[in-house]
C-alpha cells in the first residue's frame, strides 16, 4: 500500500458531554477520491472541519503530505488552507457577491490575485462546470439550488487545489441534477489530480465518486474499502447503511409516542 | 425543605456559572477582534461599505432623534423653569444635555437597534448557512473581513453622526423656543456659545466612540455565536440589541463618572 497522503489517528472531538469523534483512523492515498459514508450526527462534517483547522480536535494527529496539521498559525495556516478547495452542503456562497466574485473570491482575497485576472479565471472555471458568462454577473439568491452546487464546485476548484472536499454534494437535488454534478465532480478531480474526500448518505454519488468508500458509526470508522467492494464488505452496519433497512445493528434515535 | 433550598442554590449556582462562563467568551471574543481584527492585513472595501452602512445610513435617524430630543428638552426646561431664568437656561441645558448625555446615548441606542440588530443578522445567517467556514477555507480570517472592518466603521462613524446630532438636537431647541416659546434667536444662540465648551463636546464624542466599540462587538459576537437556524439567527438579533442597550447605559455610567465625577 501507498503512503498515506492524508492520515487521520485516533482522531477525538467531543462538545460538552457529547462525544462526537471517538478515535477516527483513517487514511487517503494521493491522488484518490475517498467517500465516507454514514448516518446523520456521526461526526462527518465535523471530521472534516478538524482537517480544515475550522475545529481543534481534542486529542489525535491529522498529517497532510507527511505534515503536521493540528494548531496551525499564521502564514503556515495559509499555505496549508491554500492546498485545499471545498464544497459545502448548501453551497456557502456569499450572498452578497455576485457570482463570478464568489467563484474568485479565495483568488482575490486568499491569494491577492487582480480582480481582472481573477474575474477571467472564474469564468473559465464556470464554463467547466457548465455555466454560461452571463451567469457570472447574477447573485446566489437568483439561482436555482442546482446551479448553486455548480458556483459552489466552481468556487473549490478555482485556484487548483491539491486536495478538496466535498460535503454532501448532492443533497436536495433531483436524481438528474445530482448525477450531472457528480459527473462534474469525477471530471473535475481527474483533471486536476487532486486528492478527495467526500461526505455523502447518497450511495449513488458514493459508488459514483468514490475509489475507496470508508464507513463511520458514532465517531469510529468501522469499516474502509475500495468502492467496488462495498456490497462484499462483510460488515452488517455496511449492508444496512447501503440498503436503507431500518433494521440491523444501526438503532436509529427515534423516540416513539 | 432541605431539598428545595439545595435546588434553589443550585439554580443559582447555574445561574452564576453560566454568567461567568458568557463574560469568559465575551472576553476572549474581544480579544481576537482586537489582536485579529485591528491589526494588518485591512480590507480597504469592506471598511467603506461599512463606514457607509453604520453611518450614512444612519445619519436620518439620528438626526431626527437628535432633533426631537432638542426641541421637547426645551419645553420640559421652559415649562420647569420660572419666566425670569427661562431665557438663560432652555439654551444652556439644551445644549449641554444634549452635547454630554442625551446626544451620545441616544444616537448609541438608535444605532444599536438599526446597525448592531443588522450586524448580528447578517453575521448569524452567515454562520448557520456555513458562510463563515467557507471563509476560512478560502484562506479569509473571518476576524479580518467581517469583525475588523465593522469595529472600525462603527468607532470612526459613531463620533461623527453624534457631532451631526449634536447641532441637529441645540436646533431642534432653537427652533422650539424661538418659534414656539418666543425666545430672541440671537440671545438664543449667544447663550448656548457662552455656555458651551469644547470638554462637553469631546466627552459626548469619546462616549459614542466607545458606544460605537460596544454595538459593533456585541452584533459580531451574538451573530458569530448563533446557532440553530432562522430562530438562532432571531435570538442573536435580539442578543445583540438588549446586550448592547444595557452596555451602552452601563458605560455612560462608567464615562460620565469618569469625565466629570468629583476629582
Same mark, same amino acid.
Given at each position: 500500500m501507498a503512503e498515506p497522503f492524508i492520515k487521520l489517528t485516533d482522531l477525538r472531538k467531543s462538545f460538552g458531554p457529547k462525544h462526537v469523534l471517538n478515535g477516527i483512523n483513517l487514511s487517503v492515498e *494521493? +491522488?484518490?477520491?475517498?467517500?465516507?459514508?454514514?448516518?446523520?450526527?456521526?461526526? *462527518?462534517?465535523?471530521?472534516?472541519?478538524?482537517? %480544515?483547522?475550522?475545529?481543534?480536535?481534542?486529542?489525535?494527529?491529522?498529517?497532510?503530505?507527511?505534515?503536521?496539521? @493540528?494548531?496551525?498559525?499564521?502564514?503556515?495556516?495559509?499555505?496549508?488552507?491554500?492546498?485545499?478547495?471545498?464544497?459545502?452542503?448548501?453551497?456557502?456562497?456569499?450572498?452578497?457577491?455576485?457570482?463570478?466574485?464568489? !467563484?474568485?473570491? /479565495?483568488?482575490?482575497?486568499?491569494?491577492?490575485?487582480?480582480?481582472?485576472? $481573477?474575474?477571467?479565471?472564474?469564468?473559465? *472555471? %464556470?464554463?467547466?462546470? +457548465?455555466?454560461?458568462?452571463d451567469v457570472g454577473a447574477l447573485?446566489?439568491?437568483?439561482?436555482? /439550488?442546482?446551479?448553486?452546487?455548480?458556483?459552489?464546485?466552481?468556487?473549490?476548484?478555482?485556484a487548483d487545489p491539491?486536495?478538496?472536499?466535498?460535503?454532501?454534494? #448532492?443533497?436536495?437535488?433531483?436524481?438528474?441534477? $445530482?448525477?450531472?454534478?457528480?459527473?462534474?465532480? @469525477?471530471?473535475? !478531480?481527474?483533471?486536476?489530480?487532486? #486528492?478527495?474526500?467526500?461526505?455523502?448518505?447518497?450511495?449513488?454519488?458514493?459508488?459514483?465518486?468514490?475509489?475507496?468508500?470508508?464507513?463511520?458509526?458514532?465517531?469510529?470508522?468501522?469499516?474502509?474499502?475500495? $468502492?467496488?467492494? !462495498?456490497?462484499r464488505s462483510g460488515s452488517a452496519y455496511v449492508d444496512q447503511f447501503i440498503h436503507g433497512k431500518a433494521d440491523g445493528p444501526i438503532k436509529m434515535d427515534v423516540r416513539k409516542g | 425543605m432541605r431539598f428545595a433550598s439545595l435546588n434553589i442554590l443550585q439554580v443559582i449556582g447555574q445561574v452564576v456559572l453560566g454568567l461567568l462562563a458568557e463574560i469568559g467568551r465575551l472576553a476572549l471574543f474581544a480579544k481576537d477582534a482586537l489582536v485579529i481584527g485591528l491589526t494588518p492585513r485591512f480590507y480597504g472595501g469592506q471598511i467603506l461599505?461599512?463606514?457607509?452602512?453604520?453611518?450614512?445610513? =444612519?445619519?436620518?435617524?439620528?438626526?431626527?432623534?437628535?432633533?426631537?430630543?432638542?426641541?421637547?428638552?426645551?419645553?420640559?426646561?421652559?415649562?420647569?423653569?420660572?419666566?425670569?431664568?427661562?431665557?438663560?437656561?432652555?439654551?444652556?441645558?439644551?445644549?449641554?444635555?444634549?452635547t454630554r448625555e442625551l446626544g451620545p446615548v441616544l444616537a448609541g441606542l438608535m444605532v444599536s437597534g438599526r446597525v448592531g440588530a443588522s450586524i448580528a443578522a447578517e453575521?448569524?445567517?452567515?454562520?448557520?448557512?456555513?458562510?463563515?467556514?467557507?471563509?476560512?477555507?478560502? =484562506?479569509?480570517?473571518?476576524?479580518?473581513?467581517?469583525?475588523?472592518?465593522?469595529?472600525?466603521?462603527?468607532?470612526? =462613524?459613531?463620533?461623527?453622526?453624534?457631532?451631526?446630532?449634536?447641532?441637529?438636537?441645540?436646533?431642534?431647541?432653537?427652533v422650539i423656543g424661538t418659534r414656539a416659546l418666543g425666545f430672541n434667536g440671537a440671545a438664543f444662540l449667544k447663550t448656548t456659545a457662552d455656555t458651551l465648551h469644547s470638554d462637553d463636546v469631546t466627552s459626548g464624542l469619546i462616549k459614542a466612540a466607545v458606544f460605537g466599540f460596544i454595538i459593533a462587538l456585541m452584533g459580531c459576537y451574538n451573530g458569530f455565536n448563533s446557532k440553530g437556524g432562522a430562530q438562532g439567527v432571531g435570538r442573536a438579533t435580539t442578543n445583540a440589541v438588549v446586550a448592547s442597550a444595557i452596555l451602552i447605559l452601563a458605560a455612560n455610567f462608567a464615562l460620565t463618572s469618569l469625565l466629570f465625577g468629583k476629582h
Open positions: *494521493k +491522488g484518490r477520491s475517498l467517500v465516507v459514508i454514514g448516518g446523520s450526527g456521526t461526526g *462527518k462534517s465535523v471530521m472534516l472541519k478538524c482537517i %480544515l483547522g475550522i475545529l481543534q480536535p481534542d486529542r489525535g494527529a491529522i498529517e497532510v503530505g507527511g505534515q503536521n496539521a @493540528v494548531d496551525l498559525k499564521g502564514t503556515a495556516r495559509d499555505e496549508y488552507l491554500h492546498r485545499f478547495g471545498m464544497l459545502f452542503q448548501g453551497g456557502a456562497l456569499f450572498d452578497s457577491l455576485s457570482v463570478w466574485e464568489n !467563484v474568485a473570491f /479565495g483568488l482575490i482575497q486568499g491569494r491577492g490575485m487582480a480582480r481582472a485576472k $481573477a474575474r477571467e479565471l472564474a469564468m473559465e *472555471k %464556470l464554463g467547466l462546470v +457548465g455555466l454560461t458568462a447573485y446566489p439568491a437568483e439561482l436555482s /439550488g442546482g446551479m448553486q452546487k455548480r458556483v459552489g464546485l466552481a468556487r473549490a476548484i478555482a491539491e486536495i478538496i472536499f466535498f460535503d454532501e454534494p #448532492t443533497t436536495g437535488l433531483d436524481p438528474i441534477m $445530482a448525477d450531472v454534478i457528480n459527473n462534474l465532480i @469525477v471530471d473535475s !478531480v481527474h483533471r486536476l489530480g487532486a #486528492t478527495t474526500i467526500s461526505i455523502t448518505h447518497d450511495m449513488a454519488s458514493a459508488r459514483k465518486i468514490g475509489d475507496d468508500i470508508a464507513m463511520i458509526y458514532k465517531g469510529e470508522i468501522i469499516w474502509q474499502g475500495a $468502492a467496488k467492494m !462495498v456490497d | 461599505q461599512q463606514l457607509f452602512i453604520i453611518g450614512y445610513t =444612519s445619519l436620518p435617524v439620528v438626526a431626527l432623534t437628535a432633533f426631537f430630543t432638542g426641541g421637547a428638552l426645551a419645553l420640559q426646561i421652559y415649562t420647569g423653569s420660572s419666566a425670569t431664568t427661562a431665557a438663560t437656561l432652555v439654551p444652556s441645558i439644551v445644549a449641554i444635555g444634549i453575521l448569524g445567517t452567515m454562520k448557520v448557512t456555513e458562510q463563515t467556514d467557507a471563509l476560512i477555507t478560502l =484562506s479569509t480570517n473571518p476576524f479580518k473581513y467581517l469583525v475588523g472592518p465593522r469595529l472600525i466603521a462603527a468607532v470612526l =462613524s459613531l463620533p461623527v453622526l453624534v457631532f451631526i446630532g449634536d447641532i441637529i438636537g441645540v436646533m431642534g431647541g432653537y
